[in-house]
């Protein structure tokens, strides 16, 4: 637990403060041995291969990749020990790691902290293969220099315990809890309040679309954040806790002026800002888990923190809805900070970071301390050599846009997964027209009825992992990486369930059809949606896994801004149409998305061949 402590913003907090006096790193303890190869007087093996760092800003990303690359060399060094070792910078090269020779040698350098940006291939594959022989052998990394002497600081060993990949299965776990908790709780925030819209039109004497902006405005907010809070994480100087603290300390303070403001004005300006500083969740939390799991097994955590932003805006109405009828509307934002704020103590103590680039960032600065070798560097500082801060603004806020209008299967995913999101946030506008006055439903109990699309998400969880288990992994080990279309196969099923699950809710949304049916519709509405969002969060980055960060946040701006939309026009929509044929308008765009999937499956490889973007 020590590590998780120093790493946390806890643990950092105390080392500046201290002047780095607790929490030290292996490199800052007596006992701590430097690596040969990171003194001033260690020469180039004459039998690796020198790397070119000459290259243009532009294209950084992918060109980097190559440079990153390690070499074998025929020469070994012996005095490369495991972190903790016990002897002195000025120590005899020639002490023993007391492992077999196999050990000694070298591990063959794959660009351990680069492969994330590599194109999602049969090679890639093969490299991360690769990587999990190697971390298994506890094998020392030598670094690679460029041309001009910069020595590149990597992992001490394959196994290096530094490495967010090498953690222990229970730690990966532990952060991955962590992140989906705070993920729950900030998707939470959004559909708590709508239980308190109708108290809120009494208090302040306003409409039920004005009431229904504090919806409306939050669910903005967390689709304009990651366009910031995205490319933020991935600058190494901030990784990733950085934004992640910063932010959430924000949204858990402004838990208090919005549950005690006492205007209309204020509090819908509050909750925007309460959204876009409770967005990160939504902007890094998939790249956090991409941190520390293999490509292979990423889907897995990826799915579990999926569900967490799936489930949570349903279960807020039936969190609150009881409530704010004995006691009062602002008692569903105080909620929020119940459970908002034990999760940011937990991050404060126990949230490490997991940026491979900014841990070796740093590794790199203590040990040009340790060693007096100034030419020591990481290769996160060659990458952005020359970048200035304008040019990574220009870059965050127009590459996402950029790629989305360049690129037709990028541009279908978005406009599809924003209908999908949207007509998810248009239930909490129309189920208050049909459990309440259809069925009889008080409030608490129309909140319940939520609980049917959670049970939904649970059952294409399991689903999802079925197939990952027994059907894609498989496939992959016995013929290698398909075409990345080849994602898209449980969609092609369940693409028919949203129209289906809508369809049997609008219609059977009747006073003389049991309630059942319609929730029944729901459910399954749920059960599709999940699993084709899954396959298509896959299939979006896999053709620029360089620009995944990108990718995600013109993703989550477009379905944010639609389901920002969504609650405005719901509610006016269903009482002028009904609710049979509101949904039914809502079912038959979702046809479009049947198409789309298919077409996008079968000329999925033309499209992106014809892609502007990628000839660019």
Known sequence: ???????????????????????????????????????????????????????????????????????????????????????????????????SSDDQEPAIALGLQRTKTLPYTEERLKVEKKLEVERTKSRPILPARTADGTVLVDWYDTDDPANPQNWAQGKKAFVAFQICIYTFAVYMGSAIYVSSEVLVMARFGVTETVASLGLAL??????????????????????????????????????????????????????????????????????????????????????????????????GPMLSGFAVVVECWRWSLWEILWLAGPVFILWFFCLPETSASNILLRRSMRLRKLSQNDNISSQSQIDRKGLTPGAVAVEALIKPFEITIKDPAVLFTNVYTALIYGTYYSFFEVFPLVYGPMYGFNLGETGVVFTCIVVGCVLAMGIYFYYLLYMLIPDIHKNGLRAQESRLRPALIFVFGPVIGLFLFGWSANPNVHWIVSIIGITIYALSVYIITQCLFVYIPMSYPQYAASLFAANDFCRSAFAFAAVLFARPMFIKLGVGRGVSLLGGLSVLGIIGVWLLYIYGAKLRARSKFTQK
């Not at 003194?39 to 980097?64: C, F, T, Y």
């Not at 990651?226 to 600058?235: R, Y």
């Open 1 to 99: 637990m020590a590590d998780i402590f120093r790493e946390a913003p806890f643990g950092q907090l105390v080392r500046i403060l201290s002047g780095n006096k607790f929490f030290l790193y292996p490199e800052e303890r007596g006992g701590f041995h430097c690596p040969h190869c990171y003194h001033v007087d260690a020469s180039l093996p004459l039998e690796a291969k020198v790397i070119d760092q000459s290259s243009d800003s532009e294209g950084n990303d992918v060109d980097s990749t190559e440079d990153a690359k390690r070499v074998q060399t025929a020469e070994t060094y012996p005095d490369l020990e495991k972190l903790g070792a016990s002897s002195s910078i000025g120590a005899n090269d020639s002490n023993e790691r007391g492992t």
């Open 218 to 315: 939050y669910v903005l907010g967390y689709g304009c954040g990651p366009l910031i809070w995205a490319p933020m994480s991935e600058i190494p100087a901030f990784g990733r806790n950085l934004p992640y603290i910063v932010t959430f300390a924000i949204y858990v303070i402004l838990c208090v002026p919005t549950a005690l403001v006492d205007n209309i004005g204020g509090l819908l300006f509050l909750r925007f800002l309460q959204g876009f500083f409770g967005s990160p969740c939504l902007a890094n939390g998939g790249a956090t888990m991409q941190d520390m799991y293999s490509f292979l097994y990423l889907p897995f955590p990826v799915a579990l923190w999926v569900s967490a932003m799936f489930a949570a805006p349903a279960l």
